[in-house]
Structure formats: structure tokens, C-alpha cells
């Protein structure tokens, strides 16, 4: 399998839930990406995470728990979420987080509700 | 600071026309590159097109061109004999040095394909 891989599609979770989203890439890409996609808003970055090292957190509250085992894998792991955290979550890597010249490879997303 | 501008919130386009879609952008960064994505309402990322800032010519893929004016700071994504296919989200983006790489949105132009 080839590209941006991401489990669950769809996810419905009450405030008190934990949950995870998987990302999976076999691109042999270095730099893994997750960003909010709220309607109406553009593209917010989350976490960008650059040969297993989380290198960026833009100011994410605490209930969003990243997780990079490996360049291949990332996780977000969620608990005790709000309904305006309701939105499509999108994965991403890239070659190199420095390298200006790639675009971005996305997965399908996870589109969460929050009830 | 980086930034992308999409004035155009919603386009139509008559079937086997052209349409243009516009992109500002504002970055200090000499070495920049930019990129168009189209998101059908499915939510995938699929990236179209490339330009870099030191590129001499405008790119080309297939159907998709896009009309970079670098004093004016625009890339502008024109797509030819728009197909029924084409309605979906697009976004212009920006990677520079500035952002630390990171890919920069804009809250994207949604365009209607009219049979």
C-alpha cells in the first residue's frame, strides 16, 4: 500500500471518551504532519513532527496528544474533548520538513464529531 | 509573517470553459514554494500543482497552469475545459523558510462545475 493512510474515517465520541486517530505513511517521507480542519476556517497546524521528533505544537490545548513511534506512524490521541472540537483531521508527511520545493501528501482524513 | 489570501469564497464555471482562481500571497522569504490543492467533498488533499519562487516559467500539469506574477505576488490557478469532476474546495498554499517549512493555507475557493 502506497500514500497517506488514515483510521477512522468517521469517529463519534462523547466529551468524556479517549479515542485515537492513526495515520500511516509508506512514503518514506520524515516529516508528519496533523492539521484541524474546522468549517470556514483555513487549515489550522497542529503538530509537525520531523524524523520522530515533535518539533512543532502550535499552541494546542492538552486534551490533543500527539504520538510518533516511528516515521512511518503517527498518532492523536484524544480525551475529554469539546464540541467545538468537531472538525476534519488531516495527516500529512513530507520528504524533509525543511524542503520547501515538496507538497504536502494528505491522507483522507478523520471527520470527528464531538457530542 | 506568511500569508495566503483567496478573495473569491465561491466561483461558477460553465462546463468545457476556463475559470482562474485567485491566490495572493505575503511572505519576506526570498526562496518560497507554492502549491494548489483540490479538496472534493469526500476530504481528501489532493495536491495539483507546484511553483517555486525562483522558477522561470509558469507550471503546467495537464489542465491545471498556474499564472505566477511575482512582483505582484499572485499565483493564480487557471484550469481549462473544466470537467463536472472539477467542483470541489481549492486551496492555495505556501512553504517558506520563514514558516520553518511549514505549509501555509489559504480558507480556499470553493468552485461549481455548471453542466
Known amino acids: 500500500e502506497t500514500g497517506v493512510t488514515q483510521t477512522p474515517r468517521h469517529l463519534v465520541m462523547g466529551m468524556t471518551n479517549k479515542k485515537s486517530l492513526k495515520c500511516e505513511q509508506h512514503l518514506g517521507h520524515n516529516a508528519m504532519y496533523w492539521y484541524k480542519q474546522s468549517a470556514k476556517k483555513p487549515l489550522e497546524l497542529m503538530f509537525v513532527y520531523s524524523l520522530e521528533e515533535r518539533v512543532e505544537n502550535n499552541s494546542v490545548p492538552s486534551r490533543f496528544s500527539p504520538e510518533c513511534p516511528n516515521s512511518s506512524h503517527l498518532f492523536l490521541h484524544l480525551h475529554t474533548l469539546q464540541p467545538e472540537d468537531s472538525a476534519l483531521y488531516l495527516c500529512?508527511?513530507?520528504?524533509?520538513?525543511?524542503?520547501?520545493?515538496?507538497?504536502?501528501?494528505f491522507g483522507n482524513g478523520t471527520r470527528l464529531t464531538v457530542t | 509573517a506568511q500569508k495566503i489570501t483567496q478573495t473569491q469564497p465561491g466561483m461558477f464555471v460553465q462546463e468545457k470553459e476556463a475559470v482562474t482562481l485567485d491566490c495572493t500571497y505575503d511572505t519576506s522569504d526570498p526562496s518560497y514554494g507554492l502549491f494548489w490543492y483540490k479538496q472534493p467533498s469526500s476530504g481528501e488533499m489532493i495536491f495539483l500543482i507546484y511553483q517555486g519562487s525562483y522558477d522561470q516559467q509558469n507550471a503546467t500539469e495537464g489542465r491545471y497552469s498556474l499564472n505566477f506574477q511575482k512582483a505582484r505576488k499572485s499565483a493564480n490557478l487557471v484550469i481549462s475545459a473544466s470537467q463536472l469532476g472539477d467542483s470541489a474546495m481549492y486551496f492555495c498554499?505556501?512553504?517558506?523558510?520563514?514558516?520553518?517549512?511549514?505549509?501555509?493555507f489559504g480558507k480556499g475557493t470553493k468552485l461549481s462545475v455548471k453542466p
Open positions: 498554499a505556501m512553504r517558506a523558510r520563514g514558516s520553518q517549512g511549514n505549509l501555509i
Open positions: 500529512a508527511s513530507s520528504p524533509r520538513r525543511e524542503e520547501q520545493t515538496s507538497p504536502l501528501h
